[in-house]
């Protein structure tokens, strides 16, 4: 979380013990402020000098008794106080899912966790443009980017572990869910190895999430009562083929541009109807999404120019988004006639 108000030049006056009042004064310090400690409401022992007449003052709930008194006096000299959360208990990790991308699908326990932050290491997939507006925590990228090399598994793991045993609360921020192809299990059993407490927040799946983006419902009554999720990092195995052609339910893939040619080869091979709806879903709930929608038989060429992140839908509820995008299509149409008729 970070302050909306600008308080460039301002004395700011933070009340509460270290621990608890470091997040704050990271967020007043963000929004400009000349910020002043006060760390204990013993015979108001300074931590510095203090300003004659502070702009505001930010009561931290740290849980020390006997702030009350000089709060009351603040307000009685009418200087403005705020309060403001103090910062959780220090040196753990906590695995969150971002969702597929965007800050709306970000959860109650996701956002709180950011706020509680001292330093971020996201990937790229997270919504990590708008990381500086959830959280005054350092932040740092541990993705892919273009030109750069990926940090690796086992360097991230330490970065986490490392930075959890200096006593700073560390979050990573993981696209979509942690445990959906996330190698969350993976950092969870580096904490555990290190003695640092770690928890997960479960995050909204891109498995399910980025289909709903484009109207696709894995699930529906009568068309399929069964979805299945499929890395395509590397090709599926022919036995693969034939269970996941044979279970007659939806298939999500997730990562699946790369092996498309053989995915579509082999469930062809163990018999899926080549008129068999697929869509490929790329950039969800980012600038530039888009849906192609084609069958079994013309997919490899229509998704030509796609490219990663992009998730696959197999199935007949390909259909049905459809169906409702005409339907809403045509019901604005009717809305379109009836206007011009009230019009006219
Ligand atoms: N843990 C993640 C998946 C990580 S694997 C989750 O639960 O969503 C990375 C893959 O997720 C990408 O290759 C792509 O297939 C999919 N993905 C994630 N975000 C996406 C988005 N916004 N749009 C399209 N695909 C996305």
């Given at each position: ?27 007043f ?32 709930d740290?849980?020390q ?5 000089l709060?009351?006096r ?16 220090a040196?753990h ?54 030109g ?13 572990v ?24 993976e ?20 498995a ?58 082999g ?43 992009a ?34």
């Amino acid at each position: 979380m970070q302050l909306t108000i600008d308080l460039t030049g301002r004395d700011v006056l933070v009340l509460g013990s270290a621990t608890a009042a470091r997040q704050a004064v990271r967020r007043f310090e963000a929004a400009g402020a000349v910020v002043y400690r006060l760390s204990s409401p013993e015979g108001l022992e300074s931590d510095g000098p203090l300003p004659e007449k502070p702009f505001l003052v930010a009561a931290v709930d740290d849980g020390q008794p006997g702030w009350e008194s000089l709060l009351q006096r603040c307000r009685d000299a009418g200087i403005p106080v705020a309060t403001e959360p103090a910062a959780g208990p220090a040196g753990h990790v906590t695995l969150i899912g971002g969702g597929p991308g965007t800050p709306d699908l970000l959860t109650a326990g996701a956002l709180a966790a950011l706020r509680d932050a001292d330093v971020v290491f996201y990937d790229r997939l997270a919504p990590y443009q708008e990381l500086p507006a959830l959280t005054s925590a350092e932040l740092i990228d541990v993705g892919k980017r273009p030109g750069h090399h990926k940090v690796a598994q086992g360097d991230i793991e330490q970065l986490m572990v490392d930075a959890a045993l200096a006593g700073k609360n560390v979050a990573r921020l993981k696209g979509g869910d942690p445990y959906v192809f996330g190698r969350g299990g993976e950092e969870v059993a580096a904490c555990v190895a290190a003695n640092v407490p770690v928890k997960v927040i479960s995050g909204v799946t891109s498995a399910i999430s980025v289909p709903a983006a484009a109207g696709i419902p894995v699930t529906h009554r009568e068309v399929s009562h069964l979805f299945t999720v499929v890395s395509g990092h590397a090709p599926l195995t022919e036995t693969e083929h034939t269970h996941l052609a044979g279970l007659g339910g939806t298939i999500v893939v997730l990562m699946g541009i790369g092996t498309l040619p053989q995915l579509v080869a082999g469930l062809s091979r163990a018999g899926m109807d080549p008129a068999m709806p697929m869509a490929v879903v790329e950039r969800g709930y980012r600038p530039g999404q888009r849906t192609t929608i084609a069958d079994l038989g013309t997919i490899v060429n229509a998704a030509s120019g796609c490219s990663n992140p992009a998730v696959l839908v197999i199935g007949e509820v390909v259909r049905v988004a459809e169906a409702n995008r005409n339907q809403a299509e045509s019901t604005a149409e009717l809305d379109r006639l009836a206007a011009s008729l009230l019009e006219a």
